[in-house]
């Protein structure tokens, strides 16, 4: 999923959501419709079944009506010989529905003497026919039809049976006792019946046909098949049989149900079909048998199933057509996105003269080109203007480095300076924070006598103090001459800068004449760190200020000199405040402490040493930080005349 | 392939063998058969399966015998064809058999196929029948006199008056709460009641048998003349009897597939689940788990004795005929 395409994300994500969508709404559907048609199916069956059932007890409880009306008329007269066979023979005759019918005496009941008497009239093709059942190898008294009323002293309907003289029609008998009052005690005297065939009962229970296979069946109250459309179990088998014989204990269940005059709804396997139906099952009021109504659940549910197939097809139809139409979308996306990486990755070589494709769709993709476009151009603007300035820098740089030669080409650069002069050392050193600084140092004889040293300081830094420093060092190698004092020199120099300075510059210096005959060190200070005095003996002193301030700032300004007399061995060091500042990562200064400190571990070596001691502890100090000041040192020692 | 088609040949050569050897020693066999006939107590059902299997199977031929088996059923009385000569063989209750031999019959029993009665009562526990003690006072349903020696001498045995009301073939009485207590043939009207929707726990039965009652039933009758003429052909047909009765408990598939099969041919309704109870059952009679002390078709002293004094008990024989003129041992040589 990570590593996949954007394509496949969508449609992985956007199909299953419409999927579960889509099933959740099938579901709820089928359900829905599922549970309205059993609702229905029910409503109706129970109708069906309660008309059905109508239909036939309404026949059953008229042709009841004949014997039990004949009962209360023999129960109240003796009604005898051709008188009660006339009176047979017209219901017979006279109830289409009645096959046959007898009056059964009790023994000795019809006329004193006979042990049995049955005079049985039937229907024999159009003929109505006459048979005594009262035979001894008959024996009336222990048949069902006989027996179960006397017992019972109530009317019944027997189990139906097959008639084996009349053509193998099932039939079932009415049978009502009838009581007489022999010497003042009621008896029972006998037993009438009505024979009924029950083709008529199976048309009806025929008749009924659910969708394609369902079906009607009747059973008795021993759960006997009285009607089915699988003929072998009619008369042969009951609903009990055939769940021992499926081991359908279910079957059993609502067998017993049925016979026990319950109705119900179920769900039922048919014995027909072995298809899954419903079953509505309702007793008749009259006999106790049992009407059950299958109702094949698949036949049933058959719109309902077509319709869901149909809306799967469709489902499916619009999965399909939706997945092209992500396709479609993904791609128009992606394939720009694609061409876009490309072009991107042809940059990223440095190639920015590749055509960015153009998109004209003006969705989010097309603002990306354009974007992407512009970016281009822009990068190869940047790329231009910075070729451009690199060169310029370049060119300024190396311009930089000219002047830096140059600025350093005007101070003195060759030690010993004076070889030839063995009353003094001198050496100095200068290191520019940039190309170009703007401290200065020079020094000079005035006369044969007089040594002029100075070092100076201009505000500032970069080419404007390089310049500014230039005019300060050529205005005091101007203005001392001999016979000049420091502070003369620097009343004038001051006076010169201040007249014409621009840019408010300013420069902080120190100027000294050494007599080195006799180690006189006159001194002026403009502004400028005291420098130190290292004596023979060890000692090191800072110079006593002289009260000066930096040149260039006040026009009008007098310096005073003063005077130190350097002797044997002593010497002066000066330095402009790069040494003294010059920092660290801690953004700790150096400090004249170091500073005086270094002084007093490196006193008596050379000179040249000293300054390069002094620098060294200065880097060691400043480690990686970059340099922020020019960095400056001189330093004289008086060796005696 | 080859091997195949060859073993085809070697199979087909063999049938052909064993058929030609048939044909050839049929006739030969055929000369020597002995004509004889059966008649059962009733129509063809499970209860006789043994007896159709095995003349199916030609078990009876096997034995040198060509039977006909007279179809039995409410119209015929096997003690009737047995006496008058139309059955040399007859299946009779051993209470029959005993009476009719103390009436005078010359009968002989050479078999008693079954070990244990079947006759049994049965009440609804709805009705409140729980012990015999609760029958005192009921209606009880009973078939004719040889099945009601039984119940009779259960009622005796436990003190009950009852209110008899003659049976029919049918249950519907007992099931429509005509009587409270009926009589039943565990192999047949039991799971008659049983197929009515009613539950075996719904029923309370009382089995002779374990009442000390023990009345063994069905056995093979033949006249003692017969017995005397040729008394290896009764010997031959009670082998036989014996033989496909031990056929049908072994193959109940086969035997019940003849027994539907003669029961539709007699047009008489009854269903195979019906039927395999009965042959399930007669297997729980004829070889029962417990007893059977007799072997097959043996008949004990002791069953003879206490069917014997129940009937004298009641006056139906007035003395016990002797058990070795009664009784001639015919047995299954595999018994022993």
Request: charged share 25%; glycine share 8%; with cysteine.
């Given at each position: 999923?990570?590593?996949?395409?954007?394509?496949?994300?969508?449609?992985?994500?956007?199909?299953?959501?419409?999927?579960?969508?889509?099933?959740?709404?099938?579901?709820?559907?089928?359900?829905?419709?599922?549970?309205?048609?059993?609702?229905?199916?029910?409503?109706?069956?129970?109708?069906?079944?309660?008309?059905?059932?109508?239909?036939?007890?309404?026949?059953?409880?008229?042709?009841?009506?004949?014997?039990?009306?004949?009962?209360?008329?023999?129960?109240?007269?003796?009604?005898?010989?051709?008188?009660?066979?006339?009176?047979?023979?017209?219901?017979?005759?006279?109830?289409?529905?009645?096959?046959?019918?007898?009056?059964?005496?009790?023994?000795?009941?019809?006329?004193?003497?006979?042990?049995?008497?049955?005079?049985?009239?039937?229907?024999?093709?159009?003929?109505?026919?006459?048979?005594?059942?009262?035979?001894?190898?008959?024996?009336?008294?222990?048949?069902?039809?006989?027996?179960?009323?006397?017992?019972?002293?109530?009317?019944?309907?027997?189990?139906?049976?097959?008639?084996?003289?009349?053509?193998?029609?099932?039939?079932?008998?009415?049978?009502?006792?009838?009581?007489?009052?022999?010497?003042?005690?009621?008896?029972?005297?006998?037993?009438?019946?009505?024979?009924?065939?029950?083709?008529?009962?199976?048309?009806?229970?025929?008749?009924?046909?659910?969708?394609?296979?369902?079906?009607?069946?009747?059973?008795?109250?021993?759960?006997?098949?009285?009607?089915?459309?699988?003929?072998?179990?009619?008369?042969?088998?009951?609903?009990?049989?055939?769940?021992?014989?499926?081991?359908?204990?279910?079957?059993?269940?609502?067998?017993?149900?049925?016979?026990?005059?319950?109705?119900?709804?179920?769900?039922?396997?048919?014995?027909?079909?072995?298809?899954?139906?419903?079953?509505?099952?309702?007793?008749?009021?009259?006999?106790?048998?049992?009407?059950?109504?299958?109702?094949?659940?698949?036949?049933?549910?058959?719109?309902?199933?077509?319709?869901?197939?149909?809306?799967?097809?469709?489902?499916v139809l619009g999965f399909v057509f939706l997945l092209l139409v992500i396709v479609f979308i993904a791609r128009s996306i992606t394939r720009p996105l694609s061409v876009l990486a490309g072009a991107a990755e042809d940059i990223?070589?440095?190639?920015?003269?590749?055509?960015?494709?153009?998109?004209?769709?003006?969705?989010?993709?097309?603002?990306?080109?354009?974007?992407?476009?512009?970016?281009?151009?822009?990068?190869?603007?940047?790329?231009?203007?910075?070729?451009?300035?690199?060169?310029?820098?370049?060119?300024?740089?190396?311009?930089?480095?000219?002047?830096?030669?140059?600025?350093?080409?005007?101070?003195?650069?060759?030690?010993?300076?004076?070889?030839?002069?063995?009353?003094?050392?001198?050496?100095?050193?200068?290191?520019?924070?940039?190309?170009?600084?703007?401290?200065?140092?020079?020094?000079?004889?005035?006369?044969?006598?007089?040594?002029?040293?100075?070092?100076?300081?201009?505000?500032?830094?970069?080419?404007?103090?390089?310049?500014?420093?230039?005019?300060?060092?050529?205005?005091?190698?101007?203005?001392?001459?001999?016979?000049?004092?420091?502070?003369?020199?620097?009343?004038?120099?001051?006076?010169?800068?201040?007249?014409?300075?621009?840019?408010?510059?300013?420069?902080?210096?120190?100027?000294?004449?050494?007599?080195?005959?006799?180690?006189?060190?006159?001194?002026?200070?403009?502004?400028?760190?005291?420098?130190?005095?290292?004596?023979?003996?060890?000692?090191?002193?800072?110079?006593?200020?002289?009260?000066?301030?930096?040149?260039?700032?006040?026009?009008?300004?007098?310096?005073?000199?003063?005077?130190?007399?350097?002797?044997?061995?002593?010497?002066?060091?000066?330095?402009?405040?790069?040494?003294?500042?010059?920092?660290?990562?801690?953004?700790?200064?150096?400090?004249?402490?170091?500073?005086?400190?270094?002084l007093d571990r490196l006193k008596g070596l050379p000179v040249g040493d000293i300054i390069a001691g002094v620098m060294e502890k200065i880097h060691e100090f400043s480690q990686d930080e970059p340099q922020t000041d020019d960095?400056?040192?001189?330093?004289?020692?008086?060796?005696?005349? | 392939?080859?091997?195949?088609?060859?073993?085809?040949?070697?199979?087909?050569?063999?049938?052909?063998?064993?058929?030609?050897?048939?044909?050839?020693?049929?006739?030969?066999?055929?000369?020597?058969?002995?004509?004889?006939?059966?008649?059962?107590?009733?129509?063809?059902?499970?209860?006789?399966?043994?007896?159709?299997?095995?003349?199916?199977?030609?078990?009876?031929?096997?034995?040198?015998?060509?039977?006909?088996?007279?179809?039995?059923?409410?119209?015929?009385?096997?003690?009737?064809?047995?006496?008058?000569?139309?059955?040399?063989?007859?299946?009779?209750?051993?209470?029959?058999?005993?009476?009719?031999?103390?009436?005078?019959?010359?009968?002989?029993?050479?078999?008693?196929?079954?070990?244990?009665?079947?006759?049994?009562?049965?009440?609804?526990?709805?009705?409140?029948?729980?012990?015999?003690?609760?029958?005192?006072?009921?209606?009880?349903?009973?078939?004719?006199?040889?099945?009601?020696?039984?119940?009779?001498?259960?009622?005796?045995?436990?003190?009950?008056?009852?209110?008899?009301?003659?049976?029919?073939?049918?249950?519907?009485?007992?099931?429509?709460?005509?009587?409270?207590?009926?009589?039943?043939?565990?192999?047949?009207?039991?799971?008659?009641?049983?197929?009515?929707?009613?539950?075996?726990?719904?029923?309370?039965?009382?089995?002779?048998?374990?009442?000390?009652?023990?009345?063994?039933?069905?056995?093979?009758?033949?006249?003692?003349?017969?017995?005397?003429?040729?008394?290896?052909?009764?010997?031959?047909?009670?082998?036989?009897?014996?033989?496909?009765?031990?056929?049908?408990?072994?193959?109940?598939?086969?035997?019940?597939?003849?027994?539907?099969?003669?029961?539709?041919?007699?047009?008489?309704?009854?269903?195979?689940?019906?039927?395999?109870?009965?042959?399930?059952?007669?297997?729980?009679?004829?070889?029962?788990?417990?007893?059977?002390?007799?072997?097959?078709?043996?008949?004990?002293?002791?069953?003879?004795?206490?069917?014997?004094?129940?009937?004298?008990?009641?006056?139906?024989?007035?003395?016990?005929?002797?058990?070795?003129?009664?009784?001639?041992?015919?047995?299954?040589?595999?018994?022993?």
């Amino acid at each position: 999923m990570k590593n996949r395409g954007l394509a496949f994300k969508l449609i992985l994500l956007v199909l299953s959501s419409v999927t579960l969508i889509f099933l959740l709404i099938f579901g709820y559907n089928y359900m829905y419709s599922r549970k309205i048609i059993i609702e229905n199916v029910e409503k109706n069956a129970m109708n069906l079944a309660r008309a059905t059932v109508n239909q036939i007890d309404i026949v059953l409880t008229s042709i009841e009506k004949v014997p039990e009306n004949l009962a209360y008329v023999l129960g109240r007269s003796l009604c005898a010989g051709e008188e009660l066979n006339d009176l047979l023979k017209y219901i017979v005759q006279n109830n289409k529905e009645i096959y046959g019918s007898t009056v059964a005496f009790e023994p000795r009941a019809y006329d004193g003497e006979k042990e049995r008497y049955a005079p049985y009239f039937y229907k024999s093709g159009d003929e109505i026919k006459y048979s005594d059942l009262g035979t001894a190898s008959y024996q009336y008294f222990f048949q069902d039809w006989y027996q179960i009323p006397k017992e019972l002293n109530r009317p019944v309907w027997t189990e139906p049976y097959f008639d084996e003289g009349g053509g193998n029609i099932i039939m079932s008998t009415y049978s009502v006792p009838f009581y007489r009052t022999v010497e003042g005690k009621k008896g029972i005297a006998g037993i009438i019946t009505s024979d009924i065939s029950l083709s008529w009962l199976q048309e009806i229970v025929a008749s009924i046909k659910i969708a394609k296979t369902g079906y009607g069946f009747l059973i008795s109250q021993n759960g006997t098949f009285v009607t089915h459309p699988k003929k072998e179990l009619v008369m042969n088998e009951t609903i009990f049989s055939q769940a021992e014989a499926r081991g359908d204990e279910e079957l059993r269940r609502i067998g017993r149900e049925m016979i026990h005059g319950e109705s119900g709804f179920v769900p039922f396997r048919s014995i027909l079909t072995g298809k899954l139906c419903w079953m509505v099952y309702a007793p008749l009021s009259s006999s106790k048998w049992s009407l059950g109504v299958l109702f094949p659940q698949d036949e049933l549910m058959a719109d309902v199933v077509r319709l869901n197939k149909i809306v799967i097809i469709l489902g499916v139809l619009g999965f399909v057509f939706l997945l092209l139409v992500i396709v479609f979308i993904a791609r128009s996306i992606t394939r720009p996105l694609s061409v876009l990486a490309g072009a991107a990755e042809d940059i990223a070589t440095g190639n920015l003269d590749v055509a960015i494709p153009e998109i004209k769709t003006g969705d989010e993709v097309g603002k990306l080109a354009q974007s992407f476009d512009y970016m281009k151009t822009s990068l190869k603007q940047y790329i231009a203007d910075l070729t451009e300035t690199t060169a310029a820098k370049e060119r300024i740089e190396s311009e930089l480095q000219i002047a830096h030669d140059i600025q350093m080409g005007i101070l003195p650069k060759i030690f010993p300076p004076f070889p030839d002069m063995p009353e003094f050392d001198l050496y100095a050193t200068i290191e520019p924070a940039r190309e170009v600084g703007g401290d200065l140092f020079d020094f000079f004889f005035l006369d044969d006598e007089h040594l002029c040293f100075n070092v100076g300081d201009v505000s500032g830094k970069g080419v404007p103090a390089s310049l500014f420093m230039a005019i300060t060092k050529t205005l005091i190698k101007t203005r001392a001459t001999k016979g000049m004092t420091p502070e003369i020199v620097l009343n004038q120099v001051n006076q010169d800068l201040s007249e014409d300075n621009p840019s408010l510059l300013f420069v902080t210096l120190f100027l000294g004449t050494l007599n080195i005959k006799d180690g006189t060190l006159e001194y002026c200070n403009g502004g400028h760190n005291p420098p130190y005095i290292i004596r023979a003996s060890g000692e090191i002193e800072a110079v006593e200020m002289t009260g000066g301030i930096a040149l260039g700032v006040m026009e009008d300004f007098s310096f005073q000199s003063k005077r130190v007399v350097l002797n044997k061995g002593d010497a002066i060091f000066i330095y402009s405040d790069g040494v003294t500042e010059a920092m660290n990562s801690k953004l700790e200064l150096f400090s004249e402490k170091r500073l005086e400190g270094e002084l007093d571990r490196l006193k008596g070596l050379p000179v040249g040493d000293i300054i390069a001691g002094v620098m060294e502890k200065i880097h060691e100090f400043s480690q990686d930080e970059p340099q922020t000041d020019d960095i400056t040192m001189l330093i004289i020692q008086y060796n005696g005349s | 392939m080859v091997n195949v088609k060859m073993r085809e040949k070697c199979k087909l050569l063999i049938a052909v063998t064993l058929f030609m050897i048939i044909v050839c020693v049929a006739p030969a066999e055929g000369d020597a058969l002995k004509k004889a006939s059966f008649i059962p107590q009733w129509v063809p059902q499970a209860q006789f399966a043994g007896y159709y299997i095995g003349l199916e199977k030609g078990i009876y031929r096997k034995h040198g015998i060509d039977l006909t088996i007279i179809t039995g059923g409410p119209d015929y009385s096997p003690s009737e064809l047995l006496t008058d000569g139309r059955a040399d063989f007859a299946s009779l209750w051993l209470s029959t058999g005993i009476q009719m031999r103390a009436g005078g019959e010359k009968i002989l029993n050479i078999a008693q196929i079954m070990q244990r009665s079947a006759l049994m009562l049965v009440a609804k526990k709805a009705s409140g029948i729980e012990r015999p003690r609760d029958i005192n006072g009921r209606k009880v349903g009973l078939w004719g006199p040889v099945f009601q020696i039984q119940p009779r001498a259960f009622f005796k045995k436990y003190g009950l008056t009852v209110q008899v009301v003659p049976q029919s073939f049918s249950v519907n009485l007992f099931l429509r709460d005509g009587v409270d207590v009926a009589s039943a043939m565990w192999y047949n009207e039991y799971h008659t009641i049983l197929n009515c929707g009613i539950e075996p726990g719904e029923l309370t039965t009382f089995f002779f048998h374990e009442h000390d009652l023990n009345f063994p039933e069905d056995g093979i009758y033949v006249l003692e003349e017969t017995y005397r003429r040729d008394p290896a052909l009764c010997a031959a047909f009670v082998l036989a009897s014996i033989e496909g009765w031990r056929y049908a408990f072994d193959h109940p598939g086969e035997a019940l597939a003849v027994t539907m099969r003669n029961l539709q041919k007699e047009h008489i309704p009854t269903t195979l689940v019906h039927q395999k109870w009965m042959l399930e059952r007669m297997k729980d009679l004829i070889l029962p788990e417990k007893g059977g002390d007799a072997g097959m078709g043996g008949l004990l002293p002791a069953d003879y004795s206490r069917v014997a004094r129940g009937l004298r008990s009641i006056g139906l024989i007035e003395s016990v005929p002797r058990f070795t003129s009664f009784y001639k041992v015919i047995r299954d040589s595999d018994e022993k």
